[in-house]
């Protein structure tokens, strides 16, 4: 029989890392992270260009952000962040507006010099038809937040391209994510706290499994049977895992599949040194069929003395639902959708032995640091128990 370690957890990506991390730290135990990818960092991870001297994120751009103080305490012993603050461009119409909208995006659309206040009333009226509601999809709460003008031309195609699916089915959470400013604020991001690793996300995430009691084994299939970290040899040993995939993947699809956007990426290299003149602009219309274009040089600003100044990598970004077997990156939540995960969730309540988490694991729309939090949260309430009653069997 194997030499199984106290918890086998499934995924090097930000939840495994950090169950990992303070299972080592709180419990002492000894873990073995497995993934089906051959690094660490899930969806986040990163590499540099030779050419360019970008730091390429392999799975879209990942902007660290957050106003949670236990969460950024923690992420601050692996890592220092850059100064960066995120800034995203939109092209409307064969105009560039900033985002998200502002006083600055709505008086350029209007051709106006709106105060604050006038911008408010304007759009008051426009968003008239769902006044005095609290509308629980995309589609009427975009239309309430910004009027349905501003919609039209800078929700209603990205977000069709984005998401194939009927943004009245869409949950309103989706839209929530963006600020919307009667001033000229253009963060994109209203949390307290944001910035890049200083040294990069793969660096981060090294120091943070940086203990010889952790230990990856990269390519490794969960589902494999001829690897000894499978599903079924870990059951049936009675190794506490956690287990941050797909559930319906878990469950072998047995109550049908759960809905997932994925995102394929199109490199485009320049002969330049700045293409876009910022780091991500998003294409509003539906004639470009991606949805937005990233220049990762532009991210690394402070970088500029090691960066290639001839030369520029930009990813285009096309969205579309995934297939069984491609990466599930964005849960689409429709209502059946929710109503399926709920089943599934229910099945996964009843698995002795295994905790489920993280992005995919839990079939939520989370950001790096919300996924951090909760990796928190379930080591003390779920995985802290686990490992006891296991060291006590
Ligand atoms: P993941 O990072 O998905 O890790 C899960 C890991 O499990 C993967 O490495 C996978 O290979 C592995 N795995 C799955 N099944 C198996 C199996 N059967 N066997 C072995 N291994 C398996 N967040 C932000 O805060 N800011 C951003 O700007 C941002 N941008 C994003 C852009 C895109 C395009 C996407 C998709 C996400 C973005 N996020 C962003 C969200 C961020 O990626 C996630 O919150 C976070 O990385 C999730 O961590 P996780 O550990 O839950 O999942
Ligand atoms: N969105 C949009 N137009 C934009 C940017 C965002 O309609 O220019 C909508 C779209 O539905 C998107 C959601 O707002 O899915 C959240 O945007 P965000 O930039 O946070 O998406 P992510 O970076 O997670 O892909």
């Known amino acids: 029989m194997a030499d199984y370690p106290d918890l086998v957890v499934v995924g090097a990506g930000l939840f495994g890392l950090t169950v990992a991390q303070q299972a080592v730290e709180k419990a002492g135990v000894r873990v073995r992270i497995i993934d089906v990818r051959d690094h660490i960092g899930g969806n986040a991870y990163s590499y540099m260009d030779e050419e360019t001297g970008a730091e390429i994120h392999k799975y879209g751009a990942h902007l660290f952000h957050t106003s949670n103080r236990r969460v950024w305490e923690y992420v601050n012993r692996f890592t220092s962040f850059t100064n960066y603050v995120h800034r995203v461009h939109a092209t409307h119409d ?81 839209i929530k994510r963006l600020p919307v400013r009667f001033n000229y604020d253009n963060r994109y991001f209203k949390d307290t706290w944001e910035g890049l690793p200083t040294d990069g996300y793969t660096a981060w995430f090294e120091r943070m499994i ?121 849960p689409v939540n429709t209502p059946a959708d929710k109503e399926l995960y709920q089943r599934y969730a229910d099945l996964a309540a009843l698995e002795k032995n295994v905790v489920f988490g993280g992005r995919l694991g839990t079939y939520r729309y989370y950001d790096m640091h919300q996924v951090i939090d909760s990796a928190l949260d379930a080591y003390e309430q779920r995985i802290a128990p686990m490992l006891a009653a296991n060291a006590r069997d």
Request: aromatic share 12%; glycine share 6%; charged share 25%.
């Open 94 to 174: 064969g105009v560039v507006y900033p985002l998200p909208i502002n006083l600055g995006t709505i008086n350029q659309f209007f051709h106006a010099a709106l105060t604050p206040a006038e911008a408010k009333a304007l759009i008051e009226q426009q968003a008239g038809e769902l006044a005095g509601t609290d509308p629980e999809n995309l589609n009427d709460k975009g239309i309430q937040l910004i009027g349905r003008p501003l919609y039209e031309a800078f929700i209603k195609n990205y977000t069709g391209k984005q998401w194939q699916t009927d943004p009245a089915e869409l949950p309103a959470d989706i």
């Open 210 to 330: 940086d203990d010889p009691r952790i230990e990856v084994s990269l390519g490794v299939d969960f589902f494999d049977e001829s690897q000894p970290y499978n599903k079924k040899a870990l059951t049936e040993a009675g190794v506490p895992v956690v287990y941050t995939g797909a559930p319906d993947r878990y469950f072998d699809y047995a109550l049908g599949d759960l809905q997932w956007r994925t995102v394929d990426f199109k490199e485009v290299r320049y002969a330049e040194d700045d293409h876009l003149g910022c780091p991500v602009m998003n294409y509003s219309d539906a004639d470009v069929p991606y949805t937005r274009a990233i220049e990762f040089k532009n991210f690394n600003p402070e970088r500029r003395e090691s960066q290639n100044h001839e030369k520029t990598v930009v990813w285009q970004e096309y969205s579309r639902f995934a297939r069984r077997g491609d990466e599930p990156y964005y």
